[in-house]
DNA sequence: AATGAATGAGCTTTCATTCAT
DNA sequence: CATGAATGAAAGCTCATTCAT
């Protein structure tokens, strides 16, 4: 924990950095001036931009990759499993706002059009997420009469469209909104739009 | 109206380099080349490169607040205004798709982002779309235990995400298909994805 | 003639410095420096560092060449074609004295052992000379019991330590010792170092 | 002897790498790595990239000045001392490959070298073989109508070439093969090339 | 003696932009 | 209108060297 902590140093400026001015505009200057440290370690330790910038946008895709793979895996019905898809991207815009502004505003389009890497992460989210919404229609949750990944898309569509929001507006989220949101993305995408 | 469409040439070839590039990786030496004409030119009609890329997005901009403008305006009932948006995207992924690629992979995250001007395009996009879903709410057709601006959220966002799936797979467009994701993404946005 | 020389003074420059402080040692800067343009506009003639160094250093290798050829094709002796070549390496050194320390000093070893293109020029450079050695074999003009490209390395290695000695040395060369030195390196080379 | 030989490792390793990939592409991380010791160690035994390498190049030079010396005190005739030279490098070529290599193509020629530390070195070397043409002038052995160190440069070109040769083709080298050059250079150089 | 994290000056290269023609 | 040679600030990256441990 004492002294050798300069690649979390790193990170944490790349983070910060890379969110307040985007991909494009950061230099490598400014995330070792704010990490405080000198121009070449950042190198040291992370070889490139582009290798820092993954690197940090990794620990996003993991700890996605993990929580959809563990509502796939887990016996709660899939209200609940969509729910906590749902918190799972406001939770970590409470708890890391930097790591999800980055993946709104630098990962989730741009990078995928443009890289073979980035299109194949989204692939695997989106394979996850599908995962779930089948068996929604294999246990006569979810409607069968639209093709599984259209009803995908219109989920995760909401979802990010929502946490954009959030990012752009640099919203607060305390506990209440939290279930607002949660219970009207819910709400809309099993129940319709429609007043009843 | 012959002889001097040097400037539409541009943008033609700015739309092709951008979108097959992206911004960041576009170089005015691309555009000018595709374009046929010289490095100076490009300067001589847009005098910069940012300038040709607003340029070619405000068209983008200004045809969408066109049609929301037109179908708040209109007679219709709520659905049918909601159809006419999401076929407008279509539309325009098949008569204009390196345009709509630009919007998802340049403009709709990343650029609002990081400029005011972004932003502020989009808060209008977002505002014209709000008002049809709070007249949908007035006139008892929408449900109004969530709040406006989250509907108007998950409906844009479900109809982005096709979008940006669409330009991901390059996927080819004939009416029959367009037909199944505007019924698609209304059905589920109005009637919800739980069977019945 | 008038205004778009820069390439050539360009070239110039790069052979100036190159020659003094070496290929490792050269700062595109001074190179621009040297020739009154620009940093960009060295990249914009010759793209690299390493490829106005190869600009460069193929004159040298095309004019090598030419006369090589040149003797190999003519009807003079034998004895007349390799004072030719012994002539050109001197002349060289007088006219041209910057590209033939280059070529002594940058490539003859070091961009040989390091670069196959290096390598693949020095053989057709062997190869050509090898040809006029094996044209006096057969003619019954030099010794047929060492290998023609035995005996091709003893020769053009005498000319090329004699054109070392003068570029390490800074030698001035005038008519007269030119003639020293061809006479030296070919009565040596043909009698031998022997006394009679 | 036997736990501290971390600077023979050292040279060892840098021998191996400055011959691979040049002085100048040489890191000194390769070294460190390629010894198996830590990037500090180089440091501190050596000092400097440059010391390093004028340490391995100085047991090159001490070898042939000792052999030089040697051959000149020694009662041989020339014609034995010249074959003594020729086996010199013929010999170190077979042993130490990496040694002569780097001679050649880093040492033999470089401006750089030169100017530095080399130059002197260089002008021992030659003053050596220079006696030794000498005394072959002065016995009547060797052909005093070529000043003497014309005649040096062409005895150590050829020889130059040749080992230049056996290092760029990465010749194997037996004892026929061994004779056969030591035959060649010393029958041309002392004889002629010419057929008699 | 031994380590390797840390430094930062200095390099090559890029590219939006200018401007003389 | 049209050109493209010319500019030069600014960026990413390298690597010999230092130094606290």
């Known amino acids: 924990m004492a002294q050798n902590d300069k690649d979390k140093l790193i990170i944490d400026a790349g983070l910060s950095v890379f969110c307040k001015k985007g991909y494009a505009s950061t230099r490598m200057a400014d995330v070792a001036r704010e990490a405080g440290v000198s121009y070449g370690l950042v190198y040291h330790y992370f070889g490139s931009k582009r290798a820092l910038f993954d690197t940090i946008v990794d620990t996003?895709?993991?700890?996605?990759?993990?929580?959809?793979?563990?509502?796939?895996?887990?016996?709660?019905?899939?209200?609940?499993?969509?729910?906590?898809?749902?918190?799972?991207?406001?939770?970590?815009?409470?708890?890391?706002?930097?790591?999800?502004?980055?993946?709104?505003?630098?990962?989730?389009?741009?990078?995928?059009?443009?890289?073979?890497?980035?299109?194949?992460?989204?692939?695997?989210?989106?394979?996850?997420?599908?995962d779930i919404v089948k068996e929604g229609q294999g246990k006569g949750i979810l409607r069968s009469d639209v093709k599984p990944h259209?009803?995908?898309?219109?989920?995760?569509?909401?979802?990010?469209a929502f946490i954009s929001i959030l990012v752009l507006g640099k919203e607060k989220l305390d506990i209440s909104k939290k279930k607002l949101i949660t219970d009207g993305v819910i709400q809309v995408f099993l129940n319709g739009a429609k007043a009843k």
């Open 60 to 130: 996003w895709w993991n700890d996605l990759y993990h929580v959809l793979e563990e509502q796939k895996e887990s016996q709660d019905d899939i209200p609940k499993k969509l729910i906590a898809i749902i918190q799972f991207f406001l939770d970590t815009y409470s708890t890391r706002p930097n790591l999800i502004s980055i993946f709104i505003s630098e990962v989730s389009r741009s990078s995928v059009y443009h890289t073979t890497v980035g299109l194949s992460k989204f692939k695997k989210f989106f394979s996850l997420c599908e």
């Open 150 to 160: 259209y009803l995908t898309y219109i989920f995760l569509g909401a979802v990010e």
